[in-house]
């Protein structure tokens, strides 16, 4: 096969888009309507960019702590702000809710928002329970009301790039993909670059098994495919000695998990969630018959593209041109954020249901639940239930 090997440059990789059709080519607003937000979680929930949006408006903020409250106010010019979300909820002006707390309380919040009439978008991953997949996925659909889960890998260029490869037929039959979440030392205590801080100060992250969390990797695969993950088989590694596997809240024995899913199409996805390693960032290689992309890592690999179609473009598009103007920037992630921002805001516009809507969402979680499932059985291989639409 002829190779093109594609080199785009940091602004190029900074943008990101939506899946076919979820935005339009022109930024201008076609609306002068403005979605009235409520930002809960002053940590995470400081970095997006709703203030910058033609068509959003924050009208309300919440974090538990007064100091983080504060920052929200600061960085959304709001002046309206509740001690939590539960409170925050009661508010007839709040039309939508940005949830950014603690992972085990996605679900949970999510759900008291929509019961409250208010649309939802929240961080990763959206449930950590199969029975939470299930309360969602009902409220969701007794309500009427739309969810979007803020999967970042979904945004990255080289993911949107590849979507619309992949819409366009040119990657023929699509066979296999590695996708890959490394996160070096995230479960080390102390350190400048801890994530996890420790037991002791309860942080929810102490323990949780890296299967929990794989929609930075799932989403490298279901965000070009939009196919299921239909089975899985997947081995858990924890490191002998290490005092937060010998206690914590989820029972979790591993520090790093790999799975292997069998896809609806009757393809193989590999995918790696692994926490104690010296690597980090997220990275994808799709292959099919007729053209195979790799995405660009930190270890050094390039951005490349073989195939032997002399249509596939050999430059990266600039997707931040989807973008109004005053949200382009370096937005977090691979410049993923403001593309999330601008998706959901639009989708409330457009009344339509948002790219990574409840379906993707859970079809993007709940493969890692089984999978730790199937690790703690040594590998046996598990269906994994559907929660799509009946």
Not at 22 to 43: C, H, N, Q, T, W
Not at 304 to 324: E, F, G, Q
Not at 370 to 383: C, I, N, P
């Amino acid at each position: 096969m002829a190779e093109a090997s594609i080199k785009a440059s940091r602004r190029e990789f900074l943008g990101a888009a939506v899946a076919a059709g979820a935005l339009a080519a022109a930024a201008e607003p076609k609306s002068d309507r403005k979605i009235r937000m409520g930002i809960v979680g002053g940590g995470f929930g400081s970095g997006f960019q709703w203030h910058l949006d033609p068509n959003c408006q924050v009208v309300a903020v919440s974090d538990l702590q007064p100091g983080r409250r504060a920052h929200l106010q600061r960085t959304y010019g709001c002046e309206t702000a509740y001690e939590s979300l539960e409170k925050l909820v009661l508010d007839d002006k709040v039309e939508a809710v940005a949830v950014f707390t603690g992972a085990p309380d996605h679900a949970r919040h999510a759900i008291e928002c929509m019961k409250h009439g208010k649309h939802v978008i929240s961080a990763v991953p959206a449930c950590l329970t199969l029975e939470e997949a299930a309360a969602m996925k009902e409220t969701k659909e007794k309500t009427g009301l739309k969810y979007m889960m803020a999967e970042t890998s979904y945004y990255r260029a080289p993911c949107i790039f590849a979507r619309e490869l992949y819409a366009a037929g040119k990657f023929g039959r699509f066979l296999y993909s590695e996708v890959e979440y490394y996160h070096h030392n995230v479960q080390r205590v102390g350190g400048a670059k801890a994530v996890w801080q420790g037991k002791e100060i309860a942080n929810w992250r102490w323990g949780l098994p890296p299967m929990f969390y794989p929609t930075h990797s799932t989403g490298l695969h279901i965000g070009v495919t939009r196919e299921r993950f239909t089975a899985v088989s997947c081995l858990g590694w924890g490191t002998p000695d290490d005092p937060m596997l010998k206690d914590n809240p989820y029972n979790n024995p591993f520090n790093n998990q790999v799975a292997l899913f069998r896809c609806s199409g009757g393809n193989i996805c590999r995918c790696n969630v692994l926490w104690w390693i010296h690597a980090d960032g997220e990275r994808a290689q799709w292959l099919g018959e007729t053209l195979s992309l790799y995405m660009p890592h930190s270890s050094g690999q390039a951005f490349a593209v073989r195939t032997a179609d002399k249509s596939v473009p050999t430059a990266m598009p600039d997707y931040n041109k989807r973008l109004p103007a005053a949200m382009v920037g370096d937005g977090g992630h691979g410049g993923s954020h403001p593309f999330l921002t601008h998706e959901f805001i639009t989708a409330l516009i457009e009344e339509r249901e948002p790219a990574v809507d409840l379906y993707e969402s859970l079809a993007m979680t709940v493969p890692g639940l089984v999978a730790m499932e199937s690790s703690r059985k040594g590998g046996e291989q598990l269906t994994i239930p559907s929660f799509d639409k009946a």
